[in-house]
């Protein structure tokens, strides 16, 4: 159980002094109920444009007959967003070439993960990540709703995503 809530604590997107403070606490069924607390008191509810942003995804990925809304079919939708879209301009990236690649790879790379309509797509692990780090980006800024434009900075921890490497690409 100790290991488990090591593995967790590892994984989540909580402050580094969070972390040792949970990692101190020796007792494992109480270290659980401290990462749930910790989860619980770091949500802030999505902002109505970034509900209908993450919506837009997921039905991107299930139009497409994707199993997975992956960080690709995010950042599509998070090139429309209103806050996203203001960031993206203000980093002066050319948001319809950043578009454009994102549609092939879309396109080109994900052909082979078509299935069978079985329902709406499902977030990957790190589509959910991205959330939970908009919604700490949002809370040390003191905000108090998570918005596009939080979830395009949490985008970025993600370096392994074709999607944080077309965003780098496009400056």
Known sequence: PGRVA????AHMVLPVSDKHSL?????????L???DALLDSSALPFSPTFEMTRRRAIHCATQRYHR????EH????????????A????????????KADVLG???????????ERIGEAHPTPAFRRVAQRAQLHA???????????????GLFAETRSPAARLLDKHG
């Open 6 to 9: 090591d593995i967790v604590c």
């Open 23 to 31: 990692l101190a606490t020796l007792d494992p069924v109480m270290r």
């Open 33 to 35: 109920r401290r990462v």
């Open 68 to 71: 997975h809304a992956t960080l």
């Open 74 to 85: 995010l950042l599509l939708a998070l090139i429309d967003d209103a806050d996203a879209s």
């Open 87 to 98: 960031v993206i301009l203000a980093a002066n990236a050319d948001r319809d070439a950043l």
């Open 105 to 115: 790879f879309l396109g080109n790379e994900r052909e082979g993960i078509v299935v």
């Open 139 to 153: 809370r040390e800024l003191d905000g108090v709703v998570v918005t596009g434009a939080h979830a395009l900075l």
